[in-house]
Structures are given as structure tokens and as C-alpha cells.
């Protein structure tokens, strides 16, 4: 199985930044899409962004203008660039990767990366 593995994640202020990643192995092919989800408390997981193979790239409107994602396909590696950060933003993000090969769907998702924003 594809495995992801997300890193970057912790405690910052409102108003700071911060800058997640996500590496995907095990695979032969570039994702056809990779992206971002996250889950607060009580809350259900929700797209936060992402992006396509061919650089097509999509977002939340909660995040429009503070999140930025970007790839290197080559590797199957995904970064959200996070700034303007809000209390609400906390939750725990989830990294995504789908392959659609020949037809056939599959998807991967990471074990998650907290992110914590706090005075």
C-alpha cells in the first residue's frame, strides 16, 4: 500500500504562519490529484485544498487567499503554505493522494499532523 507521511504541523500564533508537507511511497506513478483535508472536534473532515497533476488547483473558501498548495509531482509530495492564521484553522490536517491509472481509482490518505493556533 501507498503510504503518506505528513510533517510540519504544530503550535503558532494567530496571525502566523506555517508550512505543512506530505511524502507518498510506494507508488510507480505520479497522483493523479493530492490535496489537503482537516478535522476539528465534533466536526466532519473537510477539503481544504488541492491540486492536479497538471498543476489545476482548488480551495476552500475559508482558506482563499491565506492557504497556497503546491507539488512536485516527481516525487508525489504535497505543501500548504499556511499564513494569516486563525484560531479556527486549528484541527488536525490529513494528507490526500489519488492515482487514477488505466481506469482504476485509488487513494491514500496520512495518519494526520495537528495544527495548533493560539495565543
Known amino acids: 500500500q501507498v503510504q503518506l507521511v505528513e510533517s510540519g504541523g504544530g503550535l503558532v500564533q494567530p496571525g502566523g504562519s506555517l508550512r505543512l508537507s506530505c511524502a507518498a511511497s510506494g507508488s510507480m506513478f505520479a497522483a493523479t490529484t493530492m490535496g489537503w483535508y482537516r478535522q476539528a472536534p465534533g466536526e466532519k473532515r473537510d477539503l481544504v485544498a488541492t491540486?492536479?497533476?497538471?498543476?489545476?488547483?482548488n480551495y476552500a473558501d475559508s482558506v482563499k487567499g491565506r492557504f497556497t498548495i503546491s507539488r512536485d509531482g516527481a516525487k508525489n509530495t504535497v505543501n500548504l503554505q499556511m499564513s494569516s492564521l486563525k484560531p479556527e484553522d486549528t484541527a488536525v490536517y490529513y494528507c490526500?493522494?489519488?492515482?487514477?491509472?488505466?481506469?482504476?481509482?485509488?487513494?491514500?490518505w496520512g495518519q494526520g499532523t495537528q495544527v495548533t493556533v493560539s495565543s
Open positions: 490526500n493522494a489519488m492515482w487514477l491509472v488505466l481506469g482504476v481509482r485509488s487513494g491514500s
Open positions: 491540486i492536479t497533476s497538471g498543476g489545476t488547483t
